[in-house]
Each structure stands twice: as C-alpha cells, then as structure tokens.
C-alpha cells in the first residue's frame, strides 16, 4: 500500500485536510462492507439446516455415526454415488477418496476423480475430529482444502459427516448438515446395485434429495 502520510503543515492546508478526512472515511466505508460480508457469510456457515424447496417445513436434524475409528475408516474409498456439487462438476468418471492418519490425530485427504478427456483431478487436503458432546468418537470431521496459511479461517473448513457405516467400515453415506451434499462411498470399486439402492432410499428418509444423485460411470477396468 502507498505511503500516505502527509507533512505536519499539511494538516494547517484545508484542502489537504479534506483529502485525508475523505481517504479515512472511505477507508472506514471499506471496512465496514468487508466486516459486514463476513459476518454475513459466517452467519449462512453456521445456518441450521433448511429444507429445500418443496420438502416440509420442519425436519430433524441429521445426526452422525458414534464411534467411528478414523484409523479403521482410513485408506481408499471408492465414490458410487453423489449428489451434484461445484468441487466435482468436471467429473465425469471414476471418483475416489483416500484417508490417511496422520501424527497429530487428523486425516490426510486425497480426493481423485477421471474427467471427460481422460484426465485425472486430485485435490490434497487434511480432515479433523469435531468433538460432540456426549458422544465420544462422533463422525463429524470437518475437510479443508486450502493452502495451510489459511487453514485459520473457518471457512476454509467444509462439514463431513457420516451418516452411515457398517460394522465392517466396507460402505459409508456421507453427507453436510445442510443436505445439500451426499457421498455413497465404499472399499470396492462397484457396488451391488440393491445395495446402493438401499442407501440411497435411506439417504431420502433423511431428507436428502436423491433423486438428483450422480452415479459416476465405472472405468473399463471395472466396468
């Protein structure tokens, strides 16, 4: 930023006055639009959940899986399902999701996906532990895929919740507070049709909307 210090018999000058009274309230102005857009963008972050259009008025709230071990739910997962979102608009293959633990207790994340051209998307980001009172092990992560120096700002943070998972940490339905994203993931890289199926139509119980769900088309190494 320029230096805009003016001489002391500046101040004695009425126009040069007025120049700094006029670059200090636009300053102030300035401030006071960025303080109220973040504030207003905190305030969407931390909205409870709403229904979409068409759907009741009132419904729960979603709750997470409890406990999960992010040790056992680590490694590959492989995406079956979605529904549509701005990170994945260029997918249009294969999708697939890597966990893995790291020193401090969060997760190393990788997440792959095959685009139209063949290509392969890959963004590396880091998941941590939410706690939630009175349920130790809660899966509620929170994912981030900004660079590390601004890793401060909760913003940078997106919600992760699992919803589902079985015992044997083979299949898992992930999802956001405000049902506007969904994941059916599991270890294998096709799953049985009536199984998705059945997580899916779970997923509607919840309030989700599955009838938008993208379903990725295997790659013909598994197809």
């Known amino acids: 930023m320029p230096d805009r210090t003016l001489p002391p018999d500046a101040f ?5 006055t007025s120049h700094r009274i006029g670059l200090l309230a636009a300053a102030f102005c300035a401030g006071g639009v960025a303080a109220l857009y973040a504030l207003r963008a905190a305030r969407r972050q931390h909205r409870p959940a709403g229904p979409a259009d068409g759907a009741p008025l009132m419904r729960a709230p979603l709750q997470v899986v409890a406990p999960v071990d992010l040790k056992r739910y680590a490694g590959l997962w492989h995406e079956q399902a979605r529904l549509p979102n701005r990170f994945e608009a260029d997918c249009a293959g294969r999708a697939t999701a890597e966990y893995t633990p790291q020193p401090d207790g969060s997760l190393r994340v990788v997440n792959r996906c095959e685009r139209e051209d063949g290509r392969v998307d890959e963004a590396v980001g880091r998941a941590r532990a939410v706690p939630v009172a009175g349920l130790p092990g809660a899966g509620r992560l ?7 120096w601004l890793g ?17 940490y083979e299949v898992a339905l992930v999802g956001t507070p405000d049902r506007r994203c969904l994941w059916v993931l599991s270890r294998a890289p096709r799953m049985d049709a009536a199984a998705l199926d059945a997580e899916l139509e779970y997923a509607r119980t919840l309030g989700f909307d599955v009838d938008r769900v993208v379903r990725p088309a295997p790659s013909p190494a598994t197809a």
């Open 142 to 148: 929170q994912v981030c895929f900004a660079p590390d």
């Open 152 to 168: 401060w700002l909760p913003l940078a943070w997106g919600e992760y919740w699992i919803l589902k998972l079985d015992r044997d």
């Open 12 to 16: 004695h000058d009425d126009d040069a």
